[in-house]
Nanobody, 125 residues
Framework: QVQLVESGGGLVQTGGSLKLSCAASGRTFSSYTMAWFRQNPGKEREFVAAISNSGSSTYYTDSVKGRFTISRDNAKNTVYLQMNSLKPEDTAVYYC??????????????????WGQGTQVTVSS
């Protein structure tokens, strides 16, 4: 099993940047495919980005391509989401997720096995 703890959320103005972190417990972090999702109240949890266990491959939803970058440091058991050119529509609670299966284009929440508690990102207009 793996336990996930997100951090780095906050309030930022339109056009600003934030970097989210997700720290994982356990000695097998490098075995897990990792992802970021986001969710607003009353809406479904939405896929944002995923990264392979080695970090060599990434996959993004269209709305964040060119603005967000997912990365990982297996030595630190941490996955990151660098968010640039933020827009009010990026406002959400951001969740880190993990799974042992390798496919990156797993865009529905049920395909992911482990979740963090979430961190709030608010982009003011």
């Amino acid at each position: 099993q793996v336990q996930l703890v997100e951090s780095g959320g906050g309030l930022v103005q339109t056009g600003g940047s934030l970097k989210l972190s997700c720290a994982a417990s356990g000695r097998t972090f490098s075995s897990y495919t990792m992802a970021w999702f986001r969710q607003n109240p009353g809406k479904e949890r939405e896929f944002v980005a995923a990264i392979s266990n080695s970090g060599s491959s990434t996959y993004y939803t269209d709305s964040v391509k060119g603005r967000f970058t997912i990365s990982r440091d297996n030595a630190k058991n941490t996955v990151y989401l660098q968010m640039n050119s933020l827009k009010p529509e990026d406002t959400a609670v951001y969740y880190c997720a993990a799974r042992l299966r390798a496919a990156l284009a797993a865009i529905t929440p049920v395909e992911w096995d482990y979740w963090g508690q979430g961190t709030q990102v608010t982009v003011s207009s």
